[in-house]
């Protein structure tokens, strides 16, 4: 599953839409009157207006919705893809420095 972020600027309006996206389709899913629905639209065919948006607000909530989404990932430890690999190449950083200064100290003969 997959959220589509569509900016309406000239409406002051972001929409966001689950998708279920598959090979032969792809399935749009939102709330009407509290229930879930799910709307199968084919390659090629036209989206209907029957689809609705999952969630649809002011660029101004979007913006608080946003940070704090990202606030509670973080609180959860959820990390996006970037932030994992840079913690990775920190801690590879780390022991890289500590197996510099184990040689360095051992070619000085220097003990710890």
Same mark, same amino acid.
């Given at each position: $599953?997959?959220?589509i972020i569509d900016e309406e600027l000239h409406k002051n309006r972001v929409s966001l839409f689950l998708i279920d996206q598959r090979y032969s389709s792809t399935d749009y899913l939102f709330y009407d009157d509290? %229930? $879930?629905?799910r709307v199968t639209v084919k390659p090629g065919e036209i989206i209907s207006k029957e689809i609705k948006p999952l969630v649809e607000v002011s660029m101004d909530v979007f913006a608080v919705l946003l940070t704090d989404l990202v606030d509670y990932a973080k609180m959860k430890g959820?990390?996006?893809e970037r932030e994992d690999k840079l913690s990775g190449r920190l801690a590879a950083t %780390?022991?890289?420095l500590e197996d510099l200064k184990t040689?360095?100290?051992h070619a000085l003969k220097? %003990?710890?």
């Open positions: $599953m997959k959220i509290g %229930e $879930m629905k959820i990390k996006v %780390e022991r890289h040689i360095a100290f220097i %003990e710890k």
